[in-house]
């Protein structure tokens, strides 16, 4: 379960942010990093209370050398489907922009049924949500800041749908405060967010907030805000630009490893490939 969202400020910078809500109270990332994508990994067992069983696959949100920052959410994960996360790293590998993006996810959703999931992209000029339900992909221009969590808004309600308790609170609660928001600060408080008490954006239900994340761009370059647990809790949220494209480099990559929070970086070398 997840919250997500997109918006743009005043000063040309756009954003994104995710809070990766999780079957148990602790998780390490594993990241991604190359000259053209930067990506969280995500997982196939991500209910699982065994952290020794963990299976990753795809990307949970990341950004690309192109500006275009994508981010998921469960809606239902089916056995046999491909896994949702997968199509965030085919929008982060294969887009250029938002909509080249989700064209790659339709197709890949046409070649292979997906796990049910929402995903929201924004680059320098546009955004769009995109819902996939199997081998069904909705795709839409959004206008304004936008928020989701973890049911489809355009498809409609499905019986199968995994939360019916917290996601139409959480999403209600985060388009309010995102439509509210003039600055980053305000994203972050958001994700801090109680609202609805344990089924605020912060999550403190049977799915608690694992991780914390805000990827904002301004031109060329692209910067992750990023906390480790519950956001609410006061723990360090810690800032790092990210090296894509130009600004990659051993130096940089070096820099952003010892940026991220101390409990991630032993997960690195499974997923870090220099190049």
């Not at 918006?7 to 390490?28: E, I, M």
């Not at 006061?234 to 090296?243: H, L």
């Amino acid at each position: 379960m997840c919250t997500t969202g997109v918006l743009r400020f005043a000063d040309g910078t756009y954003a994104l942010f995710k809070n990766k809500d999780f079957g148990r109270t602790h998780l390490d990332d594993r990241l991604w990093l190359d000259r053209d994508v930067f990506g969280v990994l995500g997982m196939t067992t991500w209910a699982n209370d065994d952290p020794t069983t963990d299976q990753y696959s795809g990307f949970s949100i990341g950004a690309n050398r192109h500006g275009v920052l994508c981010c998921d959410s469960n809606v239902v994960t089916l056995d046999g489907l491909v896994n949702y996360d997968v199509m965030t790293q085919v929008a982060l590998q294969q887009g250029t922009d938002v909509f080249s993006a989700a064209e790659a996810v339709r197709a890949a959703c046409a070649s292979a049924p997906t796990s049910w999931g929402n995903l929201v992209l924004i680059d320098a000029t546009n955004a769009v949500a995109v819902e996939i339900r199997g081998s069904d992909v909705a795709v839409v221009p959004l206008v304004g800041p936008t928020a989701r969590s973890n049911h489809h808004v355009l498809l409609g309600h499905h019986e199968l749908q995994e939360d019916t308790t917290t996601t139409a609170l959480r999403l209600a609660s985060a388009q309010r405060r995102i439509e509210a928001a003039t600055d980053v600060s305000d994203i972050f408080e958001l994700q801090a967010s109680h609202d609805d008490d344990g089924t605020g954006v912060c999550n403190h239900t049977d799915w608690t907030t694992v991780y914390s994340y805000v990827l904002t761009c301004a031109p060329g370059r692209a910067t992750l805000h990023v906390v480790q647990g519950r956001p609410c809790s006061g723990a360090d949220r810690v800032k790092i630009d990210i090296p894509l494209g130009e600004h990659y480099g051993q130096a940089a990559v070096d820099e952003f490893l010892r940026a991220f929070p101390t409990a991630t970086k032993h997960n690195f070398a499974n997923a870090f490939q220099p190049q």
